[in-house]
Each structure stands twice: as C-alpha cells, then as structure tokens.
T-cell receptor
Framework: AQSVTQLDSQVPVFEEAPVELRCNYS??????LFWYVQYPNQGLQLLLK??????LVESINGFEAEFNKSQTSFHLRKPSVHISDTAEYFC???????????FGTGTRLTIIP | NAGVTQTPKFQVLKTGQSMTLQCAQD?????MYWYRQDPGMGLRLIYY???????DKGEVPNGYNVSRLNKREFSLRLESAAPSQTSVYFC????????????FGPGTRLTVT
C-alpha cells in the first residue's frame, strides 16, 4: 500500500536562505509523486509532479524536487525563499493504476524576515 | 471557468443535525473526491467517485454518505453530525487520463458543537 512520510511538521527559514522539505514514500509498485502547496485559508494547488522521465522536476516559482528511487524520496528544495513562500506543503503519492492519492501530514514553512 | 466550487464556506452544526456539502466542477473531469483536513493529519480521503454513477469509500468514510449527482456535482452528507466531524472539508476533481493532477475547491470549514 502506498504511504508518505513528511518528518518535519514545521520548518522556519530566514528570508533568502535555502530550504529543503523532506518527503519519503513507500510503495510496492511504480509511483507518481506530487507536491501541493496550501496558502493560508485556501485550498491546495499543485506545485510540481513527477510522472516519468527526468528525475528532477521544477515549478514556475523556483522550487524543484528530485525523485530518488533508491532512497524512496522526493524532497522539495528552493535555493532562496521569499516571504510569499509561507504556506503548508504536502507531499503525495499515487501508485500506478490506483485512483487515489495518499497525502503526507504536511510541512508548515515559515519565512523569517 | 470557475474550477471547483464548494458551498457553504462555513457552517456550524449542533450534534445530531444533518447537512449536505455541495461540490461542483466545470472542467469535465471524470473523478471527484472528498477529503477532510485536520491539524497534524494531512488530508484524508472520505469518499471518491471515479466516474459518474460510481462511488467508493476512502480512508475515513464512517458517518458520511455521498452522491454523484451527475458528472459535475458530488455532494457529501452528514446524517447525524458529531463533534469528531469538526474539520475543513475539501472537494477535488481529476481527469482520469493524462495529467494526473487534482484540482481542489476552497474548502468548507465545519464546526460541530
């Protein structure tokens, strides 16, 4: 069965510093992987996804994530964060052929001015 | 193109009352989902509908019922609300083929007293 672990519930980071949000997954089959972002009082929006091909995927606002099959990880990184990146970030996994997504418990990213 | 809409935005119920949360999407998506979001627990799937006319239980279906009224609409009903159902509820939709991306509504914040 598919599952996702986000070990860090909160990550405080100074503005313009780099950040890494960790995500590990468990699955017995091939997977699709996603990062969603939730800004305060809003629904979730897709940030980026890995379906196949290049293991490094990027978003339009400077985030990137790398699919590492051997370590079953899909960590999210940004080299320099901004106040506007304050949000909760959810990692999600979908086994091939499964109609359902499984979400992690989320990481709240707080940017310190 | 409104995407996924949910009504109401906020609701307060007394224990034992019933209500229906409404969800509609205008993207011609086949699949629709209901999640609940609780602090520290991420998003948990309540029910989903892979296509018009079908519904299936998710991780936490007890105390809820759903109706896939047509391709656009997917409602969630609480027959006898309990304080444990205090949560934020999100509806989402997804094309079954291709992009593998779920689109979320803005959420309904429900309090049961």
């Amino acid at each position: 069965a598919q599952s996702v672990t986000q070990l860090d519930s909160q990550v405080p980071v100074f503005e313009e510093a780099p950040v890494e949000l960790r995500c590990n997954y468990s699955s017995s089959v091939s997977v699709y992987l996603f990062w969603y972002v939730q800004y305060p009082n809003q629904g979730l929006q897709l940030l980026l996804k890995y379906l196949s091909g290049s293991t490094l995927v990027e978003s339009i606002n400077g985030f990137e994530a790398e699919f590492n099959k051997s370590q079953t990880s899909f960590h999210l990184r940004k080299p320099s964060v901004h106040i506007s990146d304050t949000a909760e970030y959810f990692c999600a996994v979908n086994d091939f052929g499964n109609e359902k997504l499984t979400f992690g418990t989320g990481t709240r990213l707080t940017i310190i001015p | 193109n409104a995407g996924v809409t949910q009504t109401p935005k906020f609701q307060v119920l007394k224990t034992g009352q019933s209500m229906t949360l409404q969800c509609a999407q205008d993207m011609n998506h086949n699949s629709m989902y209901w999640y609940r979001q609780d602090p520290g627990m991420g998003l948990r799937l309540i029910y989903y509908s892979a296509s018009e006319g079908t519904t299936d239980k998710g991780e936490v279906p007890n105390g809820y019922n759903v109706s896939r009224l047509n391709k656009r609409e997917f409602s969630l009903r609480l027959e006898s609300a309990a304080p444990s159902q205090t949560s934020v509820y999100f509806c989402a939709s997804e094309r079954r083929e291709g992009r593998k991306e779920q689109y979320f509504g803005p959420g309904t914040r429900l309090t049961v007293t």
